[in-house]
């Protein structure tokens, strides 16, 4: 292993050893329980439920999709599936705070609805330019 490894793996650890130090210095037992279910239930939700539906949706897509268009349409879902997951908790939370934490005032079921059409409209344009360039004839370009 090369020194840029070894230096950034002794880095990792420590940062870990630290954060480990950290929790058990300055948390309650309690939120350390609570922190531990969330972790637990973030890799049942991972690797039960997000995983299998992931590869169901790739092997969907590799038999009904054509090769030309598939990229563009996995882009799409890549990117509107991670706006997505950012933006459920806000949505989820609206109204729940007061109007002083105007954070949450925002519609952003409509802005994950706009971001949601852009992307679409980005990912199509990509897909049109590239059926452009593939149908054009070879002098033409």
Do not use: C
Not at 52 to 74: K, N
């Amino acid at each position: 292993m090369g020194a840029w490894r070894i230096s950034l793996a002794t880095a990792g650890i420590l940062l870990g050893a630290y954060g480990v130090f950290r929790l058990l210095t300055n948390v309650g037992f309690v939120e350390l329980l609570v922190l531990a279910a969330w972790r637990v239930g973030a890799v049942v939700i991972h690797d039960g439920i997000l995983s299998p539906a992931v590869v169901a949706v790739g092997w969907f897509l590799a038999r009904r999709v054509p090769a030309r268009g598939r990229r563009y349409l996995q882009g799409f879902l890549v990117v509107g599936g991670l706006m997505t997951v950012i933006a459920i908790p806000l949505v989820l939370r609206k109204d729940s705070q007061p109007e002083s934490k105007a954070m949450l005032l925002q519609s952003y079921g409509g802005n994950l609805t706009m971001l949601l059409a852009l992307a679409a409209a980005l990912s199509l344009l990509l897909y049109a330019i590239q059926v452009a360039r593939r149908t054009t004839p070879t002098a033409a370009r």
